[in-house]
């Protein structure tokens, strides 16, 4: 059964940095692409970053180009987003998705001061 | 970032009805689009890849077509389990602004 589990999230002040996790299992994880998508509360889904399964090639947001970074570790199945210089519009609960079709719960990212 | 532009930001049918939500791509994307579903409080479910074909234990009710720049989700005949908001995304990319599907 395909898993995807999302950890990291918190409370933190504006200017501030977090690094979220998503441990998968289940499946082939270098051969999937990995993304990140958001929610703010009450509002819609924002994709944020997509990494290749090599982990050669990313793709960003424009909201968060130059803030964020997607990363994977093949070896232990895991997918990673540093969240650098955070603002407040960064508020939201995260998702880790593979594949378009297996989402995890999320974690929620609160930047509050 | 292409820009994704759904419509109707609300809509509201009644059980039965054949119901449309569109989807604009500001750029080509050929058929690089999914749909979503989401309920309140739960992670998105695919519903429709690749513009037109159905996922895996989706109802046939549900189906999508279009390519390049136009694309539609339709529901055949809506169900009380389908009242819940729609989301189209180009793959690796930015979603629409989703669609609400109200009891009329």
């Known amino acids: 059964e395909v898993q995807v589990l999302e950890s990291g999230g918190g409370l933190v002040q504006p200017g501030g940095s977090l690094r979220l996790s998503c441990a998968a299992s289940?499946?082939?994880?270098?051969?999937?692409?990995m993304s990140w998508v958001r929610q703010a509360p009450g509002r819609g889904l924002e994709w944020v970053s997509t990494i290749s399964g090599s982990g050669g090639t990313t793709y960003n947001a424009d909201s968060v180009k130059g803030r964020f970074t997607i990363s994977r570790d093949n070896s232990k199945n895991t997918l990673y987003l540093q969240m650098n210089s955070l603002r407040v519009e960064d508020t939201a609960l995260y998702y880790c998705v593979k594949d378009h079709r297996d989402w995890g719960r999320g974690t929620l990212v609160t930047v509050s001061s | 970032d292409i820009q994704m532009t759904q419509s109707p930001s609300t809509l509201s049918a009644s059980v039965g009805d054949r119901v449309t939500i569109t989807c604009r791509a500001s750029?080509?994307?050929?058929?690089?689009l999914a749909w979503y579903q989401q309920k309140p409080g739960k992670a998105p479910k695919l519903l429709i890849y690749?513009?037109?074909s159905l996922e895996g234990g989706v109802p046939s009710r549900f189906s999508g077509s279009g390519s390049g720049t136009e694309f539609t989700l339709t529901i055949s005949s809506l169900q009380p389990d389908d009242f819940a908001t729609y989301y189209c995304?180009?793959?690796?990319?930015?979603f629409g602004q989703g669609t609400k599907v109200e009891i009329k």
């Open positions: 690749k513009a037109s």
């Open positions: 289940g499946f082939i994880f270098n051969t999937y692409a």
């Open positions: 750029q080509s994307i050929s058929s690089w």
């Open positions: 995304q180009q793959y690796n990319g930015t």
